[in-house]
């Protein structure tokens, strides 16, 4: 009976979205990923191999040199990485993937190759069935409803700036604070939300470095040390505390 | 003899590029354009009414409000300021223009409004013709062959990222060494220029606030007390002091 009832909630949640939407990949002292690999071995507990999505490209290193990378990372808690480049068909490569991570980089270059490789809404198909998912940095300012809260450089033109839209607002990963006593006239990371939402109407989950959203069906929690900053349009912005509930944020 | 000669070479210069093209309108400690007025009395020497361009609208204020703080800081040198949005027809607007000046904010909201507004191509023949151009920041940024180098979030999704092209480079406003010692693990602008250098091939001029690029025809001269840092594909970056030429960057 107590067996019948296990398998009865694997299949219930096999199908439930089962996201992990980081700050960051590294953190300041620490080696690639290293903070997180604890919350990764919970995540990725039932498979053996990680699809990776490497066309975010930091600093311009190749597909390859980005996915040895994670590789070493992940061999840590036994989990085999392929790069997505590495399949001929990478729609059936993200259909058949047992768990997907997409890495940081430019998100511009990053939305511009999901979309040249037609895998943007395979992603969002099997992701939303319960393939589990890993985005860092790019990786999860694409998991918000557009790419237009990014930080990075428009160093291509992507054809569209619509994203996965797993959660329903949009994110700022490594938030920034205003540094105080700065003499530099560009604008502030806030000052760069407010005129986001002189245009639109979703709020922005600002993610400080160290941060994560756990998405499980439509929970979406805040994880890790650090309080969050909410950006809501017409609204002064507010922090939110480690493990608070998100989900009701649209 | 000597008037004719002066009537001849103003001929020659009118239809000669003018331009002055700075990282920012403001200097920390300064007023709204307060450390360019010197140079803009000289450069608009021959004009009674200034062409602004306020599409940019920093932080989200209206045309209006951003019309008025540049007419208050041309009354000083007694320059009258219409905005471009108070004209029916804004492109007659740009052809009628005695000078003009573009001012920051987000590049892509700018550039998003040229291309509606129908004015970029105008805008491109009249200051190839001669018409006297200012640029601040953000409207620094479009002088250069693409937006692609902006520091700006992409609030909202242009047409295209192609841009003015008065010289033949890009530019990267408000450049900012990286940070010593820094904790933040987001990238640097170093960083996020060499990533376009990955795809791009045109040099990068970061303009440090405080200086800016003086146009004449074919000659490009940095102005200002600091030094700017260049950035050319597949070399290491380097830096250059007022007054150097930079004509030959292409």
């Given at each position: 009976m107590f067996y019948l009832n296990d398998l009865f909630l694997q299949k219930l949640f096999i199908h439930m979205k089962n996201l992990i939407i980081a700050s960051t990949s590294t953190i300041y002292n620490g080696t690639y990923l290293e903070y997180l690999l604890p919350t990764l071995k919970e995540h990725f507990k039932n498979i053996?191999?990680?699809?990776?999505?490497?066309?975010?490209?930091?600093?311009?290193?190749?597909?390859?040199?980005?996915?040895?990378?994670?590789?070493?990372?992940?061999?840590?808690?036994?989990?085999?990485?392929?790069?997505?480049?590495?399949?001929?068909?990478?729609?059936?490569?993200?259909?058949?993937?047992?768990?997907?991570?997409?890495?940081?980089?430019?998100?511009?270059?990053?939305?511009?190759?999901?979309?040249?490789?037609?895998?943007?809404?395979?992603?969002?198909?099997?992701?939303?069935?319960?393939?589990?998912y890993l985005g860092c940095s790019a990786g999860s300012n694409i998991c918000g409803l557009t790419m237009e809260t990014t930080n990075d450089m428009p160093i291509v033109y992507p054809p569209s700036f619509k994203t996965f839209g797993f959660v329903p607002f949009n994110l700022n990963p490594h938030y920034l604070d205003p540094i105080e006593g700065s003499t530099h006239m560009g604008e502030t990371r806030e000052t760069r939300i407010n005129e986001f939402h002189a245009f639109n109407t979703q709020p922005v989950v600002g993610l400080r470095e160290g941060s994560w959203l756990e998405v499980k069906g439509d929970q979406i929690t805040l994880k890790g040390e650090l309080d969050a900053r909410i950006f809501e349009q017409n609204k002064e912005a507010y922090e939110v505390k480690t493990n608070t509930d998100l989900s009701h944020l649209n």
């Open positions: 053996s191999t990680l699809l990776f999505i490497p066309y975010a490209r930091p600093g311009g290193i190749t597909h390859d040199q980005y996915t040895e990378k994670v590789r070493t990372a992940f061999a840590t808690i036994n989990i085999d990485v392929k790069g997505i480049h590495e399949y001929t068909n990478p729609v059936e490569a993200v259909q058949q993937a047992e768990g997907i991570f997409t890495g940081g980089g430019n998100t511009f270059l990053l939305v511009q190759q999901l979309y040249k490789n037609n895998v943007l809404n395979t992603v969002i198909d099997v992701v939303n069935n319960g393939t589990p």
